[in-house]
Structures are given as structure tokens and as C-alpha cells.
């Protein structure tokens, strides 16, 4: 076991180098791709023009997708990854869309039956601001407050929750709470041909309605958490006895499958997209498996990219968390992102963090 630990190390390692070398040469071509007409600028507006990220991302995508280049990657095989929560969406005022959701389902839907066990969670983390760990346990909780949920029943409560105010900001609704120079990257991909998926460890199905709304990327390329779905009716019965009637239902029990973090994000890219991206995009070490999945990508050249949440003005950003982030991004060979000093907006124009914190 020792010395497959050992080769294990090795290759990361040499995944990492290898990453540092293609983000020097990627930053040395920066002044060739000016020459060819691509400007920094008029691809990602929103970051500042000496950006080292979008620099690296530009030149990166340049490359690939020039068909005299080297590196030249054909459009079947231009696939990026996007971690949802952090990456793409708010998740600090005050925690993950997903638990917001979950609390205000408990505590202030009064059609909501929840159990002692929902009520006592959801009002303790309310009350003291300290919510539970991304764990299985977690989504255990948060799936019973979905049961008898359908799909589509499901998707309207979300769209419906996220048209509310954002807490924490003025001037921004829960589902519009998207970073714009995120936004742009999407965008800035999208029109190179590349197909962009969304790996995320909030529930796909919670999911799926606010980047459909924010992103306009199609359900069936959110991938998330899982929870069991069966057959309105279906009241146990063995799902390999039992028949989908024609005027049949989906509806979810209330039960968990998977919580999509880690290492799971690589099982389920693979069962699900059936090629190894050659783009990711995270914000924690949760993501760490996605990217280096992402890197040790042996037919294409792949980079990955890591967000620090190190702005405290117009962001509740951890500079402690985003120094250690800034650090592993440099042992596993990532590209930092700094929302304080990439980006010239978070949120866009009049949306402004509330002095006085976060509000219900």
C-alpha cells in the first residue's frame, strides 16, 4: 500500500508541476494574443485588465480552440465544470441557498408539517448562526422537507423562494445573487464552443431552477446531490416490480442518495458526462477532487481555477480561508481567483453589502 500511496503522490505532483509549467507559457503568450486580435478587455469586461486569472483563461482558450494550434482542442472535447455554491452563486449571506431554502420551508411555511427533529435544526442554526456541516447527515435533514415534493412542484418553490430579497445586500433578489464576472466566463466559453456544465453539492433538483433562470443552462447539464425519487402510488414497492403508469407521477421520499462533494463529483462526472472535462472552476477544498480530475486530463491540455472569497467590502470574504486556498493553489498547481483584486464588480451595479449585516 505504501508504494501505491507513493505513485499516487507522484502523479499529483506531477500534475501539479506540469499545470505551473502551462500557466508560465499560457502568461508568456499574453502579448502574442493582443497581436492576434483577441482582446483581454472585450472578452471578460468585468474583470480589472491585469487580472492574472483572466489573463491565463484567455490565453488558455486561445489556444485551444485556434485549429493551427498545438494545443488545438476540437468542440466535442471542449468541456468545463463549474462548482455552483461560491463558484457561480453567493453562499456567504448568511449560508448556502440550499439550508436558506430548507429554513424557510421549516420555520416559515405554514403548510410545512416538519418533524421535532427538521424544527429544532433549522431554528438552533437560525438563532445562533452556525449551521451544520456539509455532510450526508445534513441532506438527510433537508431531503424529508422535500417529500411528496414533485420535480416540477419542487422547481416553483425554488423560483418562488428565490425571487425574495437577498439577505445581506440591498439591491439584489436571492436568485440574481449570480458573481458577474463569473457570469462572463459562462458567457465567454459558451461562445468558444465549449459545453459548460455545473457540478454542484446542493440537490439537483434545487438547483437546477436558478441556473436555468441565471445562466440559461439547461437542466440536464446540472449535476448535484441526489435524493430518491419514486412513483406517486408506488407506496415500497420493489422499483424493478413495480410499472410507470401512463398517467404516473414522480415524487421524491424523502430519502438522500448521494451528497455531491469531493470525490463523489468525480464518480458522477464520469457516470454522467462520459469525458473528463478540460476547465474547472471551485471556490473550496470540497472541489479539490473535480479539479484535479480536471488536470490530469492526458489528452488535452486542462487547466483549473480556484475562487478566494478574500473581498470584505463588497463581500463577506475570509481572508484567513482565502491566504490557505492561496496556498493549496499553489501546491496542486490551481489558478487563483481573487474577487478582491480580479474583479472590478461582484454583483453588479447597485447592489451593495448591508453595513448593518444580514437581515430576514
Known amino acids: 500500500m505504501g508504494g501505491g500511496k507513493s505513485t499516487r503522490f507522484g502523479m499529483l505532483r506531477g500534475c501539479a508541476l506540469l499545470a505551473a509549467?502551462?500557466?508560465?507559457?499560457?502568461?508568456?503568450?499574453?502579448?502574442?494574443?493582443?497581436?492576434?486580435?483577441?482582446?483581454?478587455?472585450q472578452a471578460l469586461e468585468l474583470w480589472r485588465a491585469d487580472a492574472p486569472a483572466k489573463r491565463v483563461l484567455v490565453a488558455y482558450?486561445?489556444?485551444?480552440?485556434?485549429?493551427?494550434?498545438?494545443?488545438?482542442?476540437?468542440?466535442?472535447?471542449?468541456?468545463?465544470?463549474?462548482?455552483?455554491?461560491?463558484?457561480?452563486?453567493?453562499?456567504?449571506?448568511?449560508?448556502?441557498?440550499?439550508?436558506?431554502?430548507?429554513d424557510h420551508r421549516v420555520?416559515?411555511?405554514?403548510?410545512?408539517?416538519?418533524?421535532?427533529e427538521l424544527v429544532s435544526a433549522a431554528r438552533s442554526a437560525r438563532e445562533t448562526g452556525r449551521w451544520p456541516g456539509l455532510s450526508l447527515e445534513r441532506e438527510a435533514?433537508?431531503?424529508?422537507?422535500?417529500?411528496?415534493?414533485?420535480?416540477?412542484?419542487?422547481?416553483?418553490?425554488?423560483?418562488?423562494?428565490?425571487?425574495?430579497?437577498?439577505?445581506?445586500?440591498?439591491?439584489?433578489?436571492?436568485?440574481?445573487?449570480?458573481?458577474?464576472?463569473?457570469?462572463?466566463?459562462?458567457?465567454f466559453l459558451e461562445s468558444r464552443g465549449f459545453t459548460v456544465y455545473v457540478c454542484s453539492g446542493t440537490d439537483r433538483f434545487v438547483a437546477r431552477p436558478v441556473v436555468e433562470d441565471g445562466l440559461s443552462i439547461p437542466p440536464r447539464h446540472v449535476i448535484g446531490s441526489d435524493t430518491v425519487l419514486v412513483a406517486k402510488g408506488q407506496d415500497g414497492a420493489d422499483p424493478l416490480a413495480f410499472v410507470y403508469g401512463v398517467d404516473g407521477a414522480l415524487e421524491f421520499e424523502g430519502v438522500p442518495v448521494v451528497k455531491n462533494l469531493q470525490m463523489n463529483k468525480v464518480s458522477v462526472m464520469a457516470r454522467e458526462i462520459g469525458a473528463r472535462p478540460v476547465l474547472a472552476f471551485g471556490n473550496s477544498m470540497?472541489?479539490?477532487?473535480?479539479?484535479?480530475?480536471?488536470?490530469?486530463?492526458?489528452?488535452?491540455?486542462?487547466?483549473?481555477?480556484?475562487?478566494?472569497?478574500?473581498?470584505?467590502?463588497?463581500?463577506?470574504?475570509?481572508?484567513d480561508r482565502a491566504e490557505k486556498m492561496r496556498a493549496a493553489c499553489s501546491a496542486n498547481g490551481w489558478i487563483p481567483v481573487s474577487m478582491r483584486d480580479d474583479w472590478m464588480t461582484i454583483y453588479g451595479a447597485g447592489v451593495v453589502r448591508d453595513s448593518a449585516g444580514f437581515t430576514r
Open 61 to 102: 482558450v486561445e489556444s485551444v480552440t485556434r485549429e493551427d494550434s498545438p494545443d488545438y482542442i476540437p468542440p466535442e472535447e471542449r468541456i468545463a465544470v463549474f462548482d455552483f455554491d461560491g463558484t457561480l452563486f453567493c453562499e456567504t449571506a448568511p449560508t448556502y441557498f440550499d439550508w436558506m431554502l430548507f
Open 21 to 41: 509549467a502551462a500557466v508560465a507559457a499560457l502568461m508568456a503568450g499574453c502579448a502574442s494574443l493582443q497581436d492576434a486580435g483577441v482582446g483581454e478587455a
Open 107 to 116: 420555520l416559515d411555511d405554514r403548510s410545512c408539517a416538519a418533524g421535532e
Open 141 to 187: 435533514m433537508m431531503a424529508k422537507a422535500w417529500r411528496g415534493f414533485t420535480p416540477e412542484t419542487l422547481a416553483a418553490y425554488v423560483r418562488a423562494f428565490a425571487a425574495g430579497p437577498q439577505p445581506g445586500f440591498t439591491g439584489m433578489k436571492r436568485g440574481e445573487a449570480f458573481y458577474r464576472p463569473m457570469v462572463e466566463v459562462v458567457r
Open 286 to 319: 470540497s472541489d479539490a477532487s473535480m479539479l484535479n480530475y480536471t488536470l490530469q486530463n492526458s489528452r488535452r491540455k486542462a487547466m483549473a481555477f480556484m475562487l478566494l472569497c478574500d473581498d470584505t467590502v463588497r463581500e463577506y470574504g475570509n481572508l
